[in-house]
């Protein structure tokens, strides 16, 4: 081969994923080995960094102390604080700072982390980001992270007022999902978390829809503790973005059911994140969109009648006036046009559990869309005028 200057050199490089979600019950029980698991299945060395979310430091820090200790395994705890305000660089960096420290190797003791969404993402970043890239160990802790980031291979943390504009693609090797986390968790996470498997329901799972009509306000009273039910609704979402998922990691195709209730949501969340759940934006979203397809015929008014009594029941919101400002759901949506590189690829219902994706939504339409859920939610409407936003 000559060496001279003029020629180009092509790199090609494959790299083969896998990552692993079980269902691990007990997981805090000294006599239980999984959270201390190791990708290559031994139990490694070294001190481990356990990434703490702080509302968790009260229920259940020192029973994590106490199996640490238990099992002679040395650990530092550092604790991040969940709520989309703090998923900021500055906890990424406290967590870099604190591998740094504790001497993480690039593969015998990852980090476990431990918490709701926004501590998944941060530590998820962190530990792409500490020497490259090292794996790491999710135990999702709320509704929302055990059944839609669990599953992700996407970490993040927020930036300039914009969702997840920092982040990477990096799927922890292990999550582990003990239900019994949801037992402390307050019942409006728990509804936000519905919010979610509610979006799956709609866009492509039927099954899944009927269960939470018929089911949905037993499983957010007993915060999905009953085995049977929130088993198999977990256990539906779970499957059902792993399908979406397994194919897509890296979101090369742009046309995503899984984005249903995330195309009019993210800025609006953003700009009322002090008082909108992730959770609620998408079911609010996943309602206008509902109106939209019924406008254009994709959707019967039973549907959407049945659609406002499930979200009712499981206690989501199906109105906030951010549904009727025509302007920034607009902008909203031209923002999510940039994320799809250019095109609206708008997931929308084509009946309960089925979809399909359009690219010609106009203001008008938004505006006239955004006046019809103010009517056909007029009771929650008013509720809100007395209440407040
Ligand atoms: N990576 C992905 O692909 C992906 C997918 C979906 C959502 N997300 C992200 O997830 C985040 C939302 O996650 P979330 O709803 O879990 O929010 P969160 O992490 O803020 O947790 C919600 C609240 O519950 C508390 N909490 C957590 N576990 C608890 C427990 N067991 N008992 C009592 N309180 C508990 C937290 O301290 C917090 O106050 C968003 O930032 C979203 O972007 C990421
Ligand atoms: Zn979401």
Redesign the pocket.
């Known amino acids: 081969m000559s060496k001279t200057l003029d020629q180009k050199w092509e790199v090609r490089s494959t790299l083969d994923v896998s990552y692993e979600i079980r269902i691990a019950p007990d997981l805090l029980n000294p006599e239980n080995p999984t959270l201390l698991e190791l990708p290559d299945g031994g139990t490694g060395s070294g001190e481990r960094v356990v990434v703490l ?4 430091v009260g ?1 259940y820090g020192s029973r994590i102390d106490a199996y640490f200790r238990a099992r002679a395994v040395p650990h530092r705890t550092v604790v991040v604080s ?3 305000q703090n ?1 900021t660089m500055g906890q990424v960096f406290q967590i870099v700072s604190a591998l740094n420290s504790a001497g993480t190797l690039r593969v015998g003791n990852p980090p476990i982390a431990i ?5 998944l ?1 941060i530590v998820g970043l962190a530990a792409s980001l500490y020497r490259r890239g090292i794996p790491h160990t999710r135990i999702p ?2 509704l ?2 055990l059944v ?2 669990s599953v ?1 291979a ?3 943390v927020n930036f300039q007022g914009y ?2 504009r920092i982040g990477s693609y990096s799927p922890p090797p292990l999550t582990l999902v003990d239900l019994s ?2 037992g ?3 019942h409006r ?1 728990i509804s ?2 519905a919010g979610e498997i509610l979006k799956l329901g709609l866009i492509k799972d039927a099954t899944l829809f009927e269960l939470l009509e018929a089911d949905g306000p037993e499983l957010v009273n007993n915060r999905f503790q009953h085995p049977q039910t929130a088993r198999q609704a977990i256990g539906l979402a779970i499957a059902d973005m792993i399908e979406e998922l397994r194919d897509n990691l890296w979101e090369k195709d742009l046309r995503r059911v899984v984005d249903y209730g995330h195309s009019f949501s993210p800025l609006v969340e953003m700009r009322h994140v002090h008082d909108m ?3 609620e934006a998408v079911t609010l979203d996943c309602i206008f969109s509902a109106v939209i397809a019924l406008r254009r015929g994709h959707l019967g008014h039973g549907d959407l009648r049945r659609i406002l009594h499930t979200a009712r029941g499981l206690r989501l919101p199906v109105w906030h006036s951010a549904f009727g400002n025509a302007e920034l759901l607009w902008q909203a949506l031209s923002d999510t046009v940039r994320h799809r590189n250019g095109s609206q690829n708008l997931p929308l219902m084509a009946g309960i559990g089925r979809s399909l994706f359009i690219n010609d939504l106009t203001f008008d339409e938004v505006a006239t869309a955004a006046e019809h859920m103010r009517q056909v939610t007029a009771a929650d409407v008013r509720l809100e005028a007395v209440v407040g936003p």
Not at 115 to 119: I, K, M
Request: cysteine-free; hydrophobic content about 30%.
């Open positions: 979310d702080h509302n968790l229920f969940g709520g989309e998923k918490g709701g969404g926004v501590a993402d802790t709320t929302l992270s839609d980031v992700a996407k970490t993040g969702r997840n986390f949801l402390t968790v307050p996470q936000n978390g759940l992730h959770g």
